[in-house]
């Protein structure tokens, strides 16, 4: 299997993908709670599926600072806090 190549530029436009799908699902998560009705099953789905995009995020965020120690600004970045 052929190895891929990882660059600072790759990593910071799978980081800016990556936060762009977790605001989608919080604004969803947001939808959600706000249904009189809403689906628990549906929901925890979706907290489940942020968190990971979180941890996605966070690695590759690690990622890019191993490669590349300097300072980075992303586009729209978003720091993801434990909580």
């Given at each position: ?39 628990a099953l549906r929901l925890k789905q979706l907290k489940q599926e942020r968190l990971g995009l ?30």
């Amino acid at each position: 299997m052929k190895r891929r190549r990882l660059s600072p530029k790759s990593l910071k436009a799978r980081i800016d993908t990556l936060t762009r799908r977790h605001r989608e699902i919080d604004l969803r998560i947001t939808r959600e709670q706000s249904q009189p009705t809403g689906d628990a099953l549906r929901l925890k789905q979706l907290k489940q599926e942020r968190l990971g995009l979180r941890d996605a995020i966070r690695l590759t965020q690690t990622l890019l600072k191993r490669l590349d120690p300097r300072p980075v600004r992303l586009a729209g970045q978003q720091q993801f806090h434990s909580g």
